[in-house]
């Protein structure tokens, strides 16, 4: 797990919203770009990195989960 900081954090909650070509419509647009933006400066972020063959799926997951703790 890689930490993610400054802008970088709004740009990764944006680019990773679930169908967010449908946010940039008014009156969509504002929404979101208060939410992300308030995540970004108010939680921690963070970027899945698994190397290729090294990790299994579940792994990755406990590796995840041990971060909330």
């Given at each position: 797990?890689?930490?993610?900081?400054?802008?970088?954090?709004?740009?990764?909650?944006?680019d990773?919203?679930?169908?967010?070509?449908?946010?940039?419509?008014?009156?969509?647009?504002?929404?979101?770009?208060?939410?992300?933006?308030?995540?970004?400066?108010?939680?921690?972020?963070?970027?899945?990195?698994?190397?290729?063959?090294?990790?299994t799926?579940?792994?990755?997951?406990?590796?995840?989960?041990?971060?909330?703790?």
């Amino acid at each position: 797990l890689e930490e993610v900081n400054g802008l970088e954090k709004f740009k990764a909650i944006n680019d990773n919203t679930y169908r967010n070509v449908y946010s940039y419509k008014l009156p969509y647009r504002q929404n979101h770009f208060s939410i992300a933006s308030n995540i970004s400066q108010n939680y921690q972020v963070k970027r899945v990195k698994r190397p290729c063959g090294t990790l299994t799926i579940r792994e990755v997951c406990d590796n995840i989960e041990k971060s909330f703790v």
